[in-house]
């Protein structure tokens, strides 16, 4: 997921400086006239759906004032959910716990690729929640055919919702974020989160992927950073990306509701 277009600016103009920043400005600018021509990605051939591309958030309005809020949509990678998703399996299974006990959540699942690639592991429940009602509707398509297939967890639901009207479900959870909104609408999860958790007996894991605004996260006396690192893409998904980026930045926290004991962190500090 892209930051900002002054946020690109101000980090080229520090590696690049002002010619390299200009050339790269050209470049980008010429690809708007004479667009680069993507192949279809390999996931969606693979399994008939479609999941591709990359949608700026005008382009996916729900007319919700917090389209103001929002990114854009772009999918994970396939590689780069398989490797964070195993390294969480390891650190729960460390921790005694089991998939089968947790409920995954994709906060903004857009077209519903990662909600396909979750229900390849038996979680209980693998729930999505978009605000953009034409994605919602490309999650439901993309679902129906590949529930047409057996997979280890069947029970798979798109919610279409804004992030703050969505009270999470209960028992274990893991939340899932690819970037999904700007940093004033993620610091009011921050709290609407924490205000649920007040009220919950089970830990919930974040897992957060460019995870530019995780210093709120962080700041919850509840909230334990286990991991940050960096997964690359698969060389075929490469082939297929929209952007420039090769591999995707991953933060792992783990929240606990504050009367029950906390475990000591296991990995290196993140950005
Ligand atoms: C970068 S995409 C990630 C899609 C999917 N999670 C994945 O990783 O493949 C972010 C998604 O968050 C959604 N989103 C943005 N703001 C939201 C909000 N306030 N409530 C729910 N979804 C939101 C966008 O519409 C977009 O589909």
Same mark, same amino acid.
């Given at each position: 997921m892209p930051a900002s277009p002054i946020a690109r600016i101000r980090t080229l103009l520090r590696k690049r400086g002002v010619l390299g920043t200009a050339a790269r400005v050209a470049q980008v600018l010429w690809r708007r006239v004479v667009p680069r021509r993507v192949p279809p990605h390999p996931f969606d051939l693979e399994h008939g759906v479609e999941t591709g591309g990359l949608l700026m958030a005008r382009n996916i309005r729900s007319g919700h004032a917090h389209d103001a809020q929002s990114t854009a949509y772009y999918g994970t990678q396939p590689s780069v959910f398989r490797a964070a998703i195993a390294r969480w399996i390891e650190d729960i299974s460390a921790a005694g716990q089991n998939v089968r006990e947790f409920t995954f959540v994709d906060i903004g699942c857009g077209k519903g690729r990662v909600l396909m690639l979750a229900s390849n592991h038996p979680f209980r429940r693998v729930l999505g929640i978009e605000l953009s009602p034409s994605l919602v509707q490309r999650a439901r398509e993309n679902l129906g055919r590949w529930t047409a297939r057996p997979h280890p967890c069947d029970c798979i639901e798109v919610i279409e919702?804004?992030?703050?009207? %969505?009270?999470?479900?209960?028992?274990?959870?893991?939340?899932?974020?690819y970037h999904p909104f700007e940093a004033e609408l993620f610091g009011q999860w921050v709290h609407f989160l924490a205000a649920q958790l007040a009220a919950r007996a089970t830990t919930v894991y974040v897992l957060y992927l460019n995870p530019y605004h995780q210093k709120m996260l962080r700041a919850l006396p509840c909230?334990?950073?286990?991991?940050?690192?960096? %997964?690359? %893409?698969?060389?075929?998904?490469?082939?297929? @990306?929209?952007?420039?980026?090769?591999a995707t930045p991953v933060a792992l926290y783990r929240l606990t509701?504050?009367?029950?004991? @906390?475990m000591p962190s296991t990995g290196a500090d993140g950005q």
């Open positions: 919702s804004d992030v703050l009207d %969505f009270a999470l479900p209960d028992g274990p959870l893991l939340l899932y974020l909230a334990q950073h286990l991991w940050s690192d960096v %997964f690359a %893409f698969d060389p075929q998904e490469s082939a297929a @990306r929209q952007l420039s980026d090769a509701p504050t009367d029950q004991p @906390r």
